[in-house]
């Protein structure tokens, strides 16, 4: 299961927070003083400035973080699933209608019309 922050609230996150602070700080920094010219070059430049960045040893942990990704993360990856992800929100105590269904149009078997102890999931397919 997947707990997701909260949007708008950065005390959910903290460690997120400031890893992208720095990142920002670090990367505009260097960028402060030079001229682009197109976008593509932008992006080039600040790939380079990242792989440096995830490079570079840090005090805390005295590793780099390429280091601690290929040490930590990497072995605990698992290739992507087959099927595409189907978003649909669990819709709990649906009522079912006179026809045996409940909105958006699902049918639901021969239940009593009017039951409430049905649990839903909609998508778009």
């Given at each position: 299961m997947?707990?997701?922050?909260?949007?708008?609230?950065?005390?959910?996150?903290?460690k997120?927070?400031?890893?992208?602070q720095?990142?920002?700080?670090?990367?505009l920094?260097?960028?402060?003083?030079?001229t682009?010219?197109?976008?593509?070059?932008?992006?080039?430049?600040?790939?380079?400035?990242?792989a440096?960045?995830?490079?570079r040893?840090?005090?805390?942990?005295?590793?780099?973080?390429?280091?601690?990704?290929a040490?930590?993360?990497?072995?605990a990856?698992?290739p992507?699933?087959a099927?595409?992800?189907?978003?649909?929100?669990?819709?709990?105590?649906?009522?079912?209608?006179?026809?045996?269904?409940?909105?958006p149009?699902?049918?639901?078997g021969?239940?009593?019309?009017?039951?409430?102890?049905v649990?839903?999931?909609?998508?778009?397919?």
């Amino acid at each position: 299961m997947i707990l997701p922050a909260r949007p708008a609230h950065p005390r959910d996150k903290p460690k997120i927070e400031v890893a992208v602070q720095i990142v920002e700080r670090w990367i505009l920094a260097r960028l402060r003083h030079e001229t682009f010219f197109s976008l593509a070059a932008l992006n080039a430049r600040i790939a380079e400035l990242l792989a440096d960045l995830n490079v570079r040893p840090m005090r805390l942990y005295r590793a780099s973080r390429a280091e601690l990704f290929a040490r930590l993360d990497q072995p605990a990856l698992r290739p992507l699933p087959a099927e595409p992800f189907v978003y649909g929100e669990w819709k709990i105590k649906a009522r079912v209608n006179i026809f045996c269904g409940v909105p958006p149009y699902v049918a639901v078997g021969a239940v009593l019309p009017g039951a409430v102890a049905v649990v839903v999931r909609p998508t778009a397919t």
